[in-house]
């Protein structure tokens, strides 16, 4: 597996795993593979927000015998055009799905990547309760996109399940729905990384009253 960093003029970062671009910074790469290298043989890895499937392939790769990758995305910009065209794009907006896809067949993961298209606080609710090992949320970075998407999650989730949030900057609107997010479930163990705005929620310390 070939991964590059790179850091633009404007403090843009981005990583690429065999060429496979994601708005990821090398610390947020690390972490993501670290986590993806402790799944069990047959493990469910579930993300939202796939974009070009630099995360998703870097699971993908990584994963061990047995084990499915599940994306999540609407592969367009405008959430809300969803019910007017159905699973296409409006017109004059970038498709990313097919790109995505040719990123996965390029990588032959075929078997392993499964894309999900659609609103991902609506298709979460395809995965059985207690059947995921490690979720990714990096879809829709509005307040109540969040909290949408951690909500239909968490049930998803095995007791022991591991939810990793992207983007976590302090003041933001997912730090904010986040902190929320976290005093309504009773959950105390939010915890972030050094160079990274990836926050991981360990749900085995959780305290379920």
Not at 49 to 66: H, I
Not at 74 to 84: G, K, L, R, S
Not at 141 to 165: E, Q, R, Y
Request: net charge negative; glycine share 8%; hydrophobic share 35%.
């Amino acid at each position: 597996m070939d991964l590059k960093f790179e850091v633009t003029d404007d403090d843009m970062a981005y990583t690429y795993v065999n060429g496979v671009k994601g708005t990821l910074n090398e610390s947020d790469t690390n972490i993501l593979l670290n986590h993806y290298i402790q799944l069990p043989m047959n493990s469910k890895y579930v993300e939202t927000g796939s974009y070009l499937g630099c995360s998703g392939v870097l699971a993908g790769l990584s994963s061990k015998y047995g084990s499915t990758v599940y994306c999540h995305d609407i592969w367009f910009e405008n959430i809300d055009d969803i019910t007017a065209t159905g699973t296409r794009p409006p017109t004059g907006v970038d498709d990313y799905f097919y790109t995505f896809y040719e990123n996965v067949l390029n990588n032959k993961l075929q078997n392993i990547v499964i894309p999900i298209r659609g609103d991902s606080a609506y298709t979460l609710n395809i995965h059985r309760d207690e059947s995921i090992d490690l979720a990714f949320i990096d879809g829709d970075h509005t307040f109540d996109g969040v909290l949408k998407d951690l909500n239909a999650i968490l049930p998803k989730m095995k007791k022991d399940g591991i939810i990793l949030c992207h983007d976590c900057r302090h003041g933001s609107d997912v730090s904010n729905a986040l902190r929320e997010f976290c005093v309504k479930k009773s959950i105390e163990n939010a915890s972030g990384f050094e160079n990274s705005s990836i926050v991981k929620i360990d749900l085995k310390d959780r305290n379920v009253n």
